[in-house]
């Protein structure tokens, strides 16, 4: 508990989850342990903190070498690690099962971006999951494109109808919009 508190002050005069992981790697020499501390000063469920660092302590955290606290956090911190969950309501939920079922329709997707994806849900940043799947497209040979842009125009429909949507959703929704529109008189 000790180590989560120094973690906790790290937070406080403005290191990031990676730069507080470092310090307390160095210090303690304990990789694991200073990984622990970090994710219960984020309060990071334990449950969830020993998924995330089982996925990685082979690879990262079973044999440090000296020197390497600085390298070791930033991959934690970008393997999501030390993501905060955020709590997601009913609409929030709702827009990423919409998002699931484009990615389905996209008819393959990167590991890349399915791990940003994925990180953007546990962490509520949907506006920035929405404006990556705008962006991307769908397969021609196997995926499903008017699904796949009937879908994300319900999902922007829902994300701009907060009183002050970001404008990005808006111009990002209407190009979905038009994609959904040629999808659809596309089809046989």
């Given at each position: 508990?000790?180590?989560?508190?120094?973690?906790?002050?790290?937070?406080?005069?403005?290191?990031?989850?990676?730069?507080?992981?470092?310090?307390?790697?160095?210090?303690?020499?304990?990789?694991?342990?200073?990984?622990?501390?970090?994710?219960?000063?984020l309060a990071i469920p334990?449950?969830?903190?020993?998924?995330?660092?089982?996925?990685?302590?082979?690879?990262?955290?079973?044999?440090?070498?000296?020197?390497?606290?600085?390298?070791?956090?930033?991959?934690?911190?970008?393997?999501?690690?030390?993501?905060?969950?955020?709590?997601?309501?009913?609409?929030?939920?709702?827009?990423?099962?919409?998002?699931?079922?484009?990615?389905?329709?996209?008819?393959?997707?990167?590991?890349?971006?399915?791990?940003?994806?994925?990180?953007?849900?546990?962490?509520?940043?949907?506006?920035?999951?929405?404006?990556?799947?705008?962006?991307?497209?769908?397969?021609?040979?196997?995926?499903?494109?008017?699904?796949?842009?009937?879908?994300?125009?319900?999902?922007?429909?829902?994300?701009?109808?907060?009183?002050?949507?970001?404008?990005?959703?808006?111009?990002?929704?209407?190009?979905?919009?038009?994609?959904?529109?040629?999808?659809?008189?596309?089809?046989?």
């Amino acid at each position: 508990m000790r180590l989560a508190l120094t973690a906790r002050h790290l937070f406080d005069t403005g290191a990031t989850p990676a730069e507080a992981y470092a310090a307390l790697a160095r210090r303690t020499r304990e990789p694991l342990r200073s990984a622990r501390a970090v994710c219960a000063a984020l309060a990071i469920p334990s449950t969830e903190t020993d998924r995330r660092l089982g996925d990685c302590y082979d690879a990262l955290l079973a044999n440090p070498r000296p020197g390497s606290e600085d390298d070791t956090g930033e991959l934690l911190e970008a393997l999501g690690v030390f993501d905060v969950p955020k709590q997601l309501d009913a609409r929030e939920r709702a827009i990423i099962e919409l998002f699931l079922t484009a990615i389905d329709a996209m008819g393959a997707i990167r590991a890349g971006h399915q791990h940003g994806l994925a990180r953007w849900f546990t962490t509520g940043n949907l506006t920035a999951a929405y404006l990556s799947l705008a962006a991307a497209r769908p397969l021609p040979a196997t995926g499903d494109p008017e699904l796949y842009w009937t879908t994300l125009v319900t999902a922007g429909e829902l994300l701009t109808a907060d009183p002050a949507p970001d404008v990005r959703l808006r111009n990002a929704l209407a190009r979905c919009r038009t994609r959904a529109t040629h999808a659809t008189t596309a089809q046989p």
